[in-house]
């Protein structure tokens, strides 16, 4: 169903307001590839909506140029320019009188497509934003925030535009909401995937949403465009070091996923197995003791002393093998439940729920270049593990 999606260049784009002596957006030059998001970030006031506002001509450009798909949108009228991008503002996008279904049908009526045409579109956007069919006959004031956003974001995408401008789209919407509403985003971009120009002020939506990131600073000037990762590993100068924040190094572990890491190995015993030749794996295992796993390789505990005293492993249990994270989960969420859980590993799962090696704290430190030796190393643990219930 999606259109291709159009390569977006600003090439030394200046804005000069009337009456201002200072550019609001000064010599920006950016080139986003199709399919991409990139996002605009900096403090309020550096020009982020100005910036945006001129790719589909709502506001004049003073200098330089923006071109897409190669060709200079000054050559389009700003009518034009309007049906093709979609546009997602904060709050107040929709129109109040009219209906849910009526607001996303806006761009395709336009477009002149047929009536069945439309309405098979609207219904197809309502269930790709996961609304009811039912709220197709509300009015804008009848749903909550978090819908209404979602409504907006149907809109903007229903005439399937090469292009999406969004200026703070989830700014209004509260803390939890918001989450959600991201990562419904990015399920239906990685689906869609179209061009994207996202403006926000909040550094973690940014590093969570863009592919891209341009920091601007006060009066519209670049400071720095890069990609999440090299954005928190090599700020550009000290105005980006503190805009993304001291916890820059945590913030990395937002874009990582467990299975993006060198897992421990860990061994895993069974219950009746000789207890030799586990001790003979242990010898050159990460951890100091096994994981019990059941006959399905699932786990059921960290195995005391005890247990492996006598010939065959005993079911002795040093403590139950909580946390358990999966492959998937997001490494500073993985972090987030060893933490909660007073440990420092955990086993991974897969999905079928076995055991396929061990997060630690340590392959997380290793992951984030944090020196081995500030970190517990695993007698330390073992000998935390032991004395813990
Ligand atoms: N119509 C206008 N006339 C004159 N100056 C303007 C106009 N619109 C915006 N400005 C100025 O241009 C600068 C950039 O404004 P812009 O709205 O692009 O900032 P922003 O980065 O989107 O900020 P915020 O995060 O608060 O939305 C600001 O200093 C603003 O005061
Ligand atoms: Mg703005």
């Not at 065959?312 to 249990?317: G, I, T």
């Amino acid at each position: 169903m999606s259109s291709d999606a159009a390569s977006l260049e600003l090439r030394e784009l200046v804005k000069r307001y009337p009456g201002t002596d200072e550019p609001a957006v000064d010599k920006l030059s950016l080139e986003v590839p199709a399919g991409e998001v990139c996002v605009l970030v900096g403090p309020s006031g550096c020009g982020k909506t100005t910036a945006m506002r001129m790719v589909n001509r709502m506001i004049e450009i003073t200098d330089g140029d923006i071109l897409l798909d190669g060709s200079s949108v000054t050559d389009r009228s700003p009518a034009e320019l309007r049906r093709e991008i979609g546009y997602v503002i904060q709050q107040i996008g929709l129109f109040p009188h009219r209906t849910i279904g009526d607001n996303i049908a806006t761009v395709p009526r336009l477009l002149g497509w047929d009536k069945q045409r439309v309405s098979d579109r609207v219904d197809e956007l309502l269930e790709l934003i996961g609304l009811d069919a039912e709220m197709r006959e509300r009015y804008p004031a009848q749903l909550s925030g978090g819908q209404r956003q979602r409504v907006g974001v149907a809109r903007a995408l229903a005439g399937d535009p090469p292009l999406m401008l969004m200026d703070e789209p989830f700014g209004a919407i509260d803390p939890i909401n918001r989450e959600r509403l991201q990562n419904e985003f990015l399920r239906l971009q990685a689906e869609l995937r179209k061009t994207i120009v996202f403006v926000t002020h909040d550094i973690d939506e940014a590093i969570k949403m863009g592919d891209k990131i341009a920091v601007l600073r006060k009066g519209g000037k670049l400071a720095q465009f890069a990609s999440p990762a090299e954005l928190l590993m090599y700020p550009a100068d000290p105005f980006v070091e503190d805009f993304v924040g001291a916890d820059r190094a945590l913030k990395r572990l937002a874009l990582q996923r467990v299975r993006d890491i060198d897992l421990w190995k860990g061994v895993l015993c069974h219950k009746g197995e000789s207890t030799a030749k586990v001790r003979a794996r242990l010898a050159d295992a990460d951890l100091e003791f096994p994981l019990l796993v059941d006959d399905e390789g699932r786990p059921l505990g960290w195995l005391s002393d005890r247990g492996l005293a006598g010939e065959r492993v005993m079911e002795d249990l040093r403590s139950r093998a909580e946390p358990t994270v999966e492959m998937d989960d997001i490494l500073r969420d993985a972090l987030s439940d060893l933490l909660a859980n007073q440990t420092m590993y955990g086993p991974v799962l897969d999905d079928q729920g076995r055991v396929q090696g061990i997060l630690s704290l340590r392959a997380i430190a290793g992951a984030l270049n944090i020196r081995p030796e500030d970190v517990p190393d695993s007698a330390e643990l073992a000998a935390e593990a032991s004395s813990s219930p």
